[in-house]
Nanobody, 127 residues
């Protein structure tokens, strides 16, 4: 079965950086879109970033993280990353990896989630 294992969360001061990793098994990783979502207490889960499968690796970011976060993938390692720089207290949330999604076009590139989710990793940014 498909398994997603996230790592890299933790506590960091505002302005700091973290890198999240999500290792995927049980699926053809290279051809599938991947995404990162987050959920803060009392809020709905929201898309942070997505990356398409295939050769182009088109990306999509939430406006709130554009320019600070970078999603990337290593198809040889079946792993997707989220590099988070200049972290802010409002970035505090549980971050979830998603697999099997797609990136489509609707006035901008937008990642639509697939069926597979990781267990989540806590990111806490102190002020």
């Amino acid at each position: 079965q498909v398994q997603l294992v996230e790592s890299g969360g933790g506590l960091v001061q505002a302005g700091g950086s973290l890198r999240l990793s999500c290792a995927v098994s049980g699926m053809i990783f290279s051809s599938n879109g991947m995404g990162w979502y987050r959920q803060a207490p009392g809020k709905q889960r929201e898309l942070v970033a997505g990356i398409a499968g295939g050769a182009l690796s088109i990306t999509n970011y939430a406006d709130s993280v554009q320019g600070r976060f970078t999603i990337s993938r290593d198809n040889a390692k079946n792993t997707v990353y989220l590099q988070m720089n200049d972290l802010k207290p409002e970035d505090t949330a549980v971050y979830y990896c998603n697999a099997g999604g797609k990136i489509g076009w609707s006035s901008r590139f937008v990642y639509t989630p697939g069926d597979y989710w990781g267990q989540g990793t806590q990111v806490t940014v102190s002020s």
